[in-house]
């Protein structure tokens, strides 16, 4: 699965804020999504990896 970086939409935002949020303090661990998968970080930053892919860092404000 490729990562895509982007400034989300006006309607992506309004759409994500309305959504449940999760934190995390500072961790690795291995995440499986079997669909397409979208991210908004509302603070901090994030490094997120593939198997046989690129590595992303992503500070907020960035939709992934």
């Keep these: 699965m490729q990562i895509t970086?982007?400034?989300?939409?006006e309607a992506e935002k309004q759409f994500l804020q309305k959504q449940p949020?999760?934190?995390r303090g500072v961790s690795?661990?291995?995440w499986y999504y079997d669909?397409?998968?979208t991210c908004l970080l509302i603070e901090g930053e994030v490094?997120?990896?593939y198997d046989g892919?690129?590595?992303?860092s992503l500070i907020m404000p960035t939709a992934a």
Excluded: L
Excluded at 5 to 9: A, G, I, L, Q, R
Excluded at 53 to 56: D, H, I, P, Q, Y
């Design 53 to 56: 892919g690129s590595v992303r």
């Design 35 to 37: 669909s397409e998968e």
């Design 21 to 23: 949020t999760w934190s």
């Design 47 to 49: 490094e997120v990896s």
């Design 28 to 30: 690795e661990f291995d």
């Design 5 to 9: 970086v982007k400034k989300p939409t």
